[in-house]
């Protein structure tokens, strides 16, 4: 009987999530937000049509595990040395502001200070799924924003674990006091030791060995292994489920077969993550909200506006345009899932009322039901304000403005936009012909390594009318885009040409299906990567043949 009611609690929660999600994309909203307002309808305090919530929690929290487990896969040790700036910086200062800050507004509504603290922890973590899902969508993955704020939500996943184990001391009921933190942090160190080990020696070798069986299903079932057995072992030392997961991700990330395990999780992650959202939905209380509009209204006002500025600091500490640590900031504005988690932990260690609580998850939801619509209108909303506000003033020294007349040749010129691999090639291939060219990028850092090598670089926002005004764009020939942000592109053309009709415009895009937009804003040629891709595999296949190329 106990198998039934579980079967008939799922397929009610799939069936209203069907109808909710084919409402959203009918008027083309993302389906992560439509699995809340399904578990919104579903829960107790609304339709009441699932018989146990908690239940329905177990599951998602299955979710929550593949989420951080797939995650781990996606980022590498490699990677993650990469983003070291990003991920460490950024992110910790991103944590460590909002948290700050946060604390002490909750301190000045007369909180005691642990329960402040804890808020502002719960606060300062952002949604990984909504977020990576959204940037994904929109093709902003690898757009400056996009790298600073996946490097940022890195950070805060790994945060989950250290205030997890600071829970017992913000609730008073550690009894080891340091000696005991010390000896959580020491555990916590010999498992990434430990990991590190793994990764490096005896997975990808296992993984060899089963690979040599051709057996999909034995990989599958050691890749669940691994996972399963990584996530115990992290537990069984004092830390959470959710970092095993994600270590274990990193794990089979450093083997040659990350990318099989992926595509072999993704269904399973999928569907289990939904249940997360549903469940999420359902803990809402929504005469709760009825009940104390304005509070709800002002902390999600609170959260979204304090977080978006605060997050910004971060990258423009480490150079970035104020536009992009704008962007960024209001990407991860939102509160996150595992904020969901540590609340109701926080709540079983009467770190929260019962009122704060619910009032927690009013904001938090709201805040994350906001998300899409601020990730698809927030260029625009930043526009706005930079009309008002000059963001791009944080490195002076390194704009366009401050060139001088005989610093470099106006006339004739090219303009690079982008100095990212396709931009590196550009302008090696125009210094061997001696082509005038000017760069304009907004990563200090890149324009600093960039000037010492001799390079023109100069830091600026080349989609805005003053920046390209002071590279000489009406006495530029040509204008190349070589950026990863579709958004940027298009207005980057559109004011391009319309400070010079003459202007050659090139600009780079990633799919066949910008071109036309594109074209109708003013660029000459552009470059689609997937179709230039396409040629150069089928040429290849055809070379292999004993066709040449024509």
């Not at 549903?278 to 506006?305: C, D, K, N, S, Y």
């Not at 304009?440 to 960039?450: D, I, Y």
Request: aromatic residues 6%; contains cysteine.
């Amino acid at each position: 009987m106990e198998q039934l009611l579980v079967l008939k609690d799922l397929a009610v929660i799939f069936a209203v999530s069907l109808l909710v999600i084919l409402v959203f994309h009918q008027v083309k909203l993302p389906a992560l937000p439509g699995f809340i307002v399904a578990g919104v309808l579903l829960g107790p305090n609304a339709l009441g049509l699932v018989s146990d919530v908690h239940r329905v929690e177990g599951l998602a929290e299955v979710g929550v595990v593949l989420l951080l487990f797939t995650i781990g896969i996606e980022f590498s040790l490699n990677r993650l040395r990469e983003m070291g700036r990003q991920v460490l910086v950024g992110g910790g200062l991103q944590v460590g502001l909002t948290v700050a800050v946060a604390a002490l507004v909750a301190a000045a509504l007369g909180l005691p200070w642990q329960v402040a603290l804890f808020l502002g922890c719960l606060i300062a973590l952002s949604s990984t799924a909504l977020v990576l899902k959204g940037l994904t969508d929109k093709g902003e993955i690898d757009a400056p924003h996009g790298r600073l704020a996946t490097g940022v939500l890195i950070f805060q996943d790994l945060c989950v674990v250290p205030i997890m184990l600071a829970l017992p001391f913000l609730a008073g009921r550690a009894t080891g006091g340091a000696a005991q933190l010390a000896l959580a942090l020491g555990k916590a160190a010999l498992i990434v030791v430990g990991v590190t080990i793994l990764a490096r020696t005896i997975v990808p070798r296992l993984l060899a060995e089963i690979l040599k069986t051709r057996s999909r299903e034995l990989f599958l079932i050691a890749i669940i292994l691994l996972g399963t057995l990584t996530a115990l072992g992290t537990a069984e030392a004092g830390a959470s489920l959710a970092l095993g997961a994600f270590l274990a991700g990193l794990v089979i990330s450093e083997s040659d077969y990350g990318h099989q395990a992926l595509a072999e999780l993704l269904p399973f992650r999928d569907v289990f993550i939904s249940l997360f959202f549903v469940a999420v939905g359902m803990l809402v209380q929504v005469h709760f909200i009825r009940e104390h509009p304005v509070w709800t209204l002002g902390g999600v006002l609170l959260v979204l506006g304090g977080k978006t500025v605060v997050a910004a600091v971060g990258p423009a500490l480490l150079g970035y345009a104020g536009r992009v640590a704008l962007l960024a900031g209001l990407a991860i504005s939102q509160v996150g899932e595992f904020s969901f988690v540590l609340a109701r932990e926080g709540r079983g260690m009467t770190l929260l009322s019962e009122s704060a609580y619910q009032t927690f998850l009013a904001v938090a939801v709201s805040t994350m039901l906001l998300t899409p619509f601020l990730l698809q209108g927030g260029p625009a909303l930043i526009d706005g304000l930079e009309r008002l506000v000059p963001l791009d003033r944080l490195l002076p020294g390194l704009r366009p403005s401050a060139l001088t007349a005989g610093e470099q040749p106006f006339t004739d010129h090219v303009i690079v936009a982008g100095y990212g691999l396709n931009g590196r090639n550009l302008t090696a291939a125009l210094r061997s012909i001696d082509a005038p060219y000017l760069i304009v990028e907004l990563n200090a850092q890149t324009v600093r390594q960039a000037r010492s090598r001799g390079e023109p670089a100069f830091y600026g926002d080349a989609t805005r009318e003053e920046i390209l005004r002071a590279l000489g764009i009406d006495r530029a020939r040509m204008l190349v885009a070589a950026i990863s942000d579709p958004a940027a592109t298009r207005r980057m053309v559109r004011v391009a040409r319309g400070l010079n009709p003459g202007v050659h415009i090139i600009a780079r895009t990633r799919y066949v299906v910008e071109i036309p937009e594109l074209i109708r804003l003013g660029a000459n040629d552009v470059i689609p990567e997937e179709f230039e891709t396409s040629i150069e595999i089928f040429a290849r296949v055809l070379a292999y043949y004993g066709v040449g190329r024509a």
